[in-house]
């Protein structure tokens, strides 16, 4: 193996001169983290920021209580609507998320506690209108059971013995998270990203385009041996992959310490990592980034030419996103504390890497992640020095 290291420190100062490698692998990660994290903010601020919701009212003067509820929520913009008003058009072009329509007679109703109905009506096809209509529904209940008690208390009731059971909310202290939870969730799925697209930037070039360019032979017959010279190449590429990685997570780290208002909400209570939690992302992402390293350049070694490689890449990163992706979902399913999880690979390299945010690591999915990770990482680099050992690595179009 003597004379990787060699190998290694050729291919970096090759990647170091190459603005492409600087801009798509360090810079790339940097500011695409820092514009989701500003689009995150910009989102979650302006869901809860006053007159965030548009609810229009037909027949306002018949709501009564029901418009003092709403009238104290914040988030809602309200505005009466003529009973001529045609609603389903006002949902259709987006004047409001949520129009409540209020019958006649329903003031008169309520104060005959008669328990009168009224209408909300909102787009099933809009996310916003249903969000809309949530705020509605929780200002309504919560306008209702203050009625309901005063009722009681005026007729000398107390509305306990009418309660079978009450149900409290308490937060148990499970951990702190890293940060907010849009940012924890979503935070995995791009360290996986980042550990495989970070190489693609060099991949091609690293011995597909050396058989184009012709020199991968002069290569070839140096004192150095083909294992060193596929080690040395493989260390440079999860060396680039690695820095990627790391460059998407200063992303965060940056925003996370600028604090700036937009994004304020995603980092409120700071950014909080316990020793166990770093020492958890290190080890899911180190195997992460060697397996991925691996396949790379066995994809380059096998492949003829740089269009080869870039047809076979297309189809790979379908293969890695699938799993990256359904990290995002899987915590919401039962799927998440299934014993076989941790065996799929990628997937449960996300899911250790949530559960590491989430300063809640599990001792069982990190040791059978680490185990699988590391055995693919070996596989990975062990058919990419296999590949380079046959003579059909020259073989170019």
């Given at each position: 193996?003597?004379?990787?290291?060699?190998?290694?420190?050729?291919?970096?100062?090759?990647?170091?001169?190459d603005k492409r490698v600087f801009y798509n692998a360090v810079l790339g990660p940097l500011l695409l983290e820092v514009f989701l994290i500003l689009l995150f903010g910009y989102l979650e601020s302006n869901l809860s920021k006053s007159g965030a919701q548009k609810i229009s009212i037909v027949n306002a003067a018949e709501g009564g209580a029901v418009l003092d509820a709403l009238y104290k929520k914040q988030n809602l913009e309200i505005k009466p609507l003529s009973k001529e008003a045609n609603v389903q058009k006002e949902l259709f072009e987006k004047k409001a998320q949520v129009v409540i329509e209020f019958p006649e007679g329903f003031a008169k109703k309520v104060s005959e506690r008669q328990a009168p109905e009224f209408y909300a009506y909102l787009d099933p096809l809009d996310?916003?209108?249903?969000?809309?209509?949530?705020?509605?529904?929780?200002?309504?209940?919560?306008?209702?059971?203050?009625?309901?008690?005063?009722r009681m208390h005026a007729l000398g009731l107390d509305e306990k013995e009418f309660l079978p059971f009450i149900l409290k909310e308490e937060k148990a202290k499970t951990g702190k998270p890293f940060a907010g939870e849009w940012l924890v969730a979503f935070l995995p799925y791009l360290i996986v990203i980042w550990a495989f697209y970070g190489g693609f930037a060099i991949v091609s070039d690293l011995v597909a385009g050396e058989k184009e360019r012709g020199s991968l032979e002069t290569l070839l017959i140096s004192p150095i041996s083909r294992r060193a010279i596929a080690f040395g190449k493989f260390c440079a590429l999860a060396a680039v992959s690695f820095v990627s990685t790391l460059s998407a997570l200063s992303g965060v780290l940056v925003m996370g310490i600028l604090n700036l208002p937009m994004t304020r909400k995603l980092f409120e209570e700071g950014l909080t990592m316990t020793p166990l939690s770093i020492i958890t992302l290190v080890i899911t992402v180190l195997p992460l980034v060697v397996f991925f390293s691996g396949i790379l350049l066995a994809v380059s070694t096998f492949s003829r030419n740089q269009k080869e490689v870039q047809s076979y890449l297309s189809l790979l990163g379908f293969i890695v996103l699938?799993?990256?992706?359904?990290?995002?979902?899987?915590?919401?399913?039962?799927?998440?504390?299934?014993?076989?999880l941790p065996f799929i690979p990628i997937l449960n390299s996300a899911m250790v890497m949530r559960d590491a945010l989430l300063n809640k690591v599990d001792m069982y999915s990190l040791i059978v992640t680490t185990g699988i990770s590391v055995v693919l990482a070996s596989a990975g680099l062990w058919f990419a020095v296999r590949l380079f050992l046959k003579e059909t690595v020259l073989l170019r179009v």
């Open positions: 193996m003597k004379g990787w290291l060699d190998v290694c420190l050729k291919e970096l100062r090759e990647f170091a001169r996310p916003r209108s249903k969000i809309a209509f949530e705020i509605v529904k929780n200002a309504v209940d919560e306008a209702s059971a203050s009625y309901a008690k005063a699938v799993p990256a992706i359904a990290s995002q979902f899987v915590g919401f399913t039962d799927i998440a504390s299934a014993k076989w």
